[in-house]
């Protein structure tokens, strides 16, 4: 009975939050996340991403060049880190090192994961590089999915494909996960990059706040200089996606303390 009790008033208390926090989610601003994809190719686009003054949450590959320079000075510089896990694909596109297919096996799949977790330092969070084929895949999503549960880490769904089922397996491991609302930068132009920018923060005043990606590209990098000190004269604010999970969620810590397993640095064979 005290066990029927406890789970009826932790439900009660569950729903009434969301009406308690109304009035202040009302009162911030609109707020938008710009993750920026492919990290640790380009050094020098990297050390401008790295060096600008706004929270940016760049999302490296692993093992690549300078992923782990990069990484660093990021961290360093009070960017968040992720790790942009390479999936199979409906296109065929080569993956490069650690990238997961499905052909794998539950092993296979598990080990490449976690040396790829490993190989990023201060990785916070993950999301899927390309991902068409494996993101529609549930077997392939809950391995992975059960292996990022062990670990203090969130999982954004890139979204390359509108079937995806990464979010949603995300969500019933109850790994903190959004998905993304723009894409940046798919055609490389400034004109492009501006209407998908301006796309953003339209979402971001409709639905309160909003997750872009972008990528290291000369001209998304030359945009996002001199655009993202505007923000604040347009009354929007911009976060990390810790930042942003954390306003969603009535600014609750996402991971209580010792309650996930440390991520343990590693310099370990590509896969």
Known sequence: ??????????????????????????????????????????????ERLANLDQPLTLAFLPYRRHTDTLARLAHKQHKEIMLHAPMANTRNYGLGPGGLTPDMDEQSMVTTLRRALQSIPHVQGVNNHMGSLLTQQLQPMDWVMKELFRYPVYFIDSRTIASSVAGDVAAAYQIPTMTRDVFLDHEQTEEFVDRQFKLLIKRAKENGS??????????????????????????????????????????REMFAEGEKQD?????????
Request: cysteine-free; overall charge positive.
């Open 263 to 271: 991520i343990r640095p590693a310099f370990a064979q590509k896969k």
């Open 210 to 251: 909003a997750i872009g990606i972008g990528h290291p590209h000369k001209v998304t990098v030359d945009y996002l200089e001199k655009h993202l000190p505007k923000l604040d004269e347009q009354g929007i604010a911009i976060a990390t996606v810790s930042g942003l999970w954390a306003m969603r969620n009535g600014n």
């Open 1 to 46: 009975m005290r066990v029927v009790f406890s789970l009826l008033a932790l439900a009660l208390w569950s729903a009434a939050v969301p009406v308690s926090a109304e009035p202040a989610r009302k009162a911030l601003p609109p707020t938008i996340a710009i993750i920026i994809d492919d990290m640790g190719h380009s050094l020098v686009e990297g």
